[in-house]
Structure formats: C-alpha cells, structure tokens
C-alpha cells in the first residue's frame, strides 16, 4: 500500500476528528519537496480538494474548510495530517490522501458527521 489513510469515524457537528495519512514506501528524499493532499468525495458529488501541503511549505485549502481544517506534515515520519474542527453535516464524506509522487490516492477513510 502506498498511502495510508485512517481516523475516520462518526462524529456530532461540531466536533473534531484528526485524519492521518502515511507513506511508509516513499523514502524521505522523495517525501519532503512532495506534495500531499487530502481531497474528499460525498455521495452523488465529485471529489474536491480538501487541503494540500507543498513541500516549500505552502498550503491550500478548499473554501468550505478555510478557517475549520488544518493539514500538517510531518516529514521525519512521512506522514501528513487532516485536523478537522467545528465539523458540519455537509463534511460528510471519504477521504482520500494525495501524494504529487504517486499521481494517485490511497484508500479512503470515512468520515460521518451527524446532526
């Protein structure tokens, strides 16, 4: 497995949820200047971008997560972290990790948030 995406679960809106994704295959040279993302798809919709980290440390986020999630990386450990905060209804969804190196994402984690 490439990436190694786990800490979905339910939660009631409002609450929090910290996603982790891990490249345990990619070695450090390749994982530090890679971009990892987080992208999410829900039900009958496209996936999206939920949050990217470049490896100059820029980061980008999806409007509906701006100000709510925090992506984070940490490059000795070659994972990359999804901290989601006041979470909502709508955030209901898979979420899959992306790394740039592998053009391609892992398997999902399922996040439900309840009303």
Same mark, same amino acid.
């Given at each position: 497995?490439?990436?190694?995406?786990?800490?979905?679960?339910?939660?009631? /809106? @409002? @609450?929090?949820?910290?996603?982790?994704?891990? /490249?345990?295959?990619?070695?450090?040279?390749?994982?530090?200047?890679?971009?990892? @993302?987080?992208?999410?798809?829900?039900?009958?919709?496209?996936?999206?971008?939920?949050?990217?980290?470049?490896?100059?440390?820029?980061?980008?986020?999806?409007?509906?997560?701006?100000?709510?999630?925090?992506?984070?990386?940490?490059?000795?450990?070659?994972?990359?972290?999804?901290?989601?905060?006041?979470?909502?209804?709508?955030?209901?969804?898979?979420?899959?990790?992306?790394?740039?190196?592998?053009?391609?994402?892992?398997?999902?984690?399922?996040?439900?948030?309840?009303?």
């Amino acid at each position: 497995v490439q990436l190694q995406a786990s800490g979905g679960g339910l939660v009631q /809106a @409002g @609450g929090s949820l910290r996603l982790s994704c891990a /490249a345990p295959r990619m070695i450090s040279s390749v994982f530090n200047p890679n971009t990892m @993302g987080w992208y999410r798809q829900a039900p009958g919709k496209e996936r999206e971008l939920v949050a990217e980290s470049i490896g100059n440390g820029t980061t980008n986020y999806g409007e509906s997560v701006k100000g709510r999630f925090t992506i984070s990386r940490d490059n000795a450990r070659k994972r990359v972290y999804l901290q989601m905060n006041n979470l909502k209804p709508e955030d209901t969804a898979v979420y899959y990790c992306w790394s740039s190196w592998y053009k391609s994402w892992g398997r999902g984690t399922l996040v439900t948030v309840s009303s």
